[in-house]
């Protein structure tokens, strides 16, 4: 007996938006029948493309009696309202992060859906890319020993238009929160962060009060250590790495280039390729897992992970480097949690 599709409706068609909709018009378990955006052209665009409706309203698609889920692609702001009145009509909702960039919202947003039975993933689709994923599994499984050291880097290829920059809340809560949930994938249990940030390059996001650069560290319960490096511009392209290491061993995922040839000669040895340009390419294969994973969880009804819960612990480190950052100190999660500790 053939299983049943999911009809879904996608509300966003911006660059992340579009990158979904491929992906759900591609999935055979996925009737996508509803793009929304306030910019009805782009939505018709998307549409058009895909055999789907167009709507500028998301109540429309939300007013969907048989609506099964929702991808959530829309401005962070929109993010908490849509979460709460999806869940409260029983429709499953995989969100973009984060949840928002204010924390009592994203609290509020859990109590208001916590009587829902309906899902809510949070979309971190680093956790889905097949080598972190393999790392990850393999520290589970015990292969190098006790987690003791998880450093983490990842640089964008250029600055964000500062459009962008001034309603992102900034880099911890935008660039970073996904490398502090990858952290948490492997070490749950981080009870405290230290940050530093420094302007070095970008006159803009100077103005704008925000880092171009920061590092983190990261302290987990065990005493495992986590580093994480951003940097808003990388001349070589998109640098994404990962190393684990522990008494057993190291492991390591590289940057991902276009071709596997390495070049010797005068001019250079083992000279390679330039890293892919950006997440779009970086990524494709993590997105699509992603929302495989997604409706595989809906049909077969488990709970999704990452879920809204994660989305808050992320948001509650990207909090904590905040502080750290601004004020040059040590910052415990229980200060986040009790509200003693707030970035000025």
């Known amino acids: 007996m053939a299983t049943r599709k999911l009809k879904v409706g996608l509300l966003g068609s911006g660059r992340i938006g579009r990158v979904h909709a491929a992906n759900l018009a591609a999935h055979p378990g996925v009737d996508f029948a509803w793009v929304a955006d306030p910019m009805l052209d782009s939505a018709l665009e998307v549409a058009a493309l895909y055999g789907a409706s167009a709507t500028a309203e998301a109540s429309m698609v939300l007013a969907d009696p048989d609506l099964d889920a929702l991808l959530i692609c829309s401005p962070t702001p929109t993010h908490v309202g849509l979460i709460i009145e999806a869940a409260n009509r029983g429709i499953a909702v995989l969100c973009e992060k984060p949840v928002d960039l204010d924390l009592d919202r994203a609290r509020a947003c859990r109590e208001a859906t916590a009587g829902s ?73 981080i009870v405290e962060v230290t940050a530093h940030g420094s302007n070095l390059f970008d006159e803009g996001i100077t ?116 502080v750290s950052a601004r004020e040059r100190r040590t910052v415990s999660l229980a200060e986040i949690r009790d509200g003693v500790a707030v970035a000025s």
């Open 117 to 189: 039975t309906a899902p809510i993933m949070m979309a971190f689709n680093r956790r889905f890319d097949p080598s972190f994923r393999e790392v990850r599994e393999a520290v589970e499984a015990g292969e190098i020993g006790a987690l003791e050291n998880l450093a983490i880097i990842s640089r964008d290829p250029a600055p964000a238009p500062l459009g962008y920059l001034e309603v992102s809340g900034g880099i911890f809560k935008d660039q970073s929160i996904h490398d502090l949930d990858m952290a948490r994938s492997f070490l749950p249990d």
């Open 207 to 322: 103005v704008l009060g925000d880092y171009d650069s920061v590092q983190m560290t990261l302290r987990a319960a065990s005493g495992a250590l986590v580093s994480i490096t951003n940097s808003r511009h990388c001349s070589s392209g998109y640098d994404q790495r990962l190393e684990a290491f522990g008494p057993k061993g190291m492991l390591e995922v590289a940057n991902a280039t276009d071709t596997l040839v390495r070049r010797s000669s005068a001019a250079g040895t083992s000279t390679a390729g330039a890293f892919q340009p950006f997440f779009l390419e970086r990524y494709a294969r993590a997105y699509a897992a992603e929302l495989d994973y997604f409706v595989s969880c809906i049909l077969e009804g488990r709970t999704p992970v990452p879920g809204l819960e994660d989305g808050i612990a992320a948001l509650e480190l990207a909090q904590a480097a905040l």
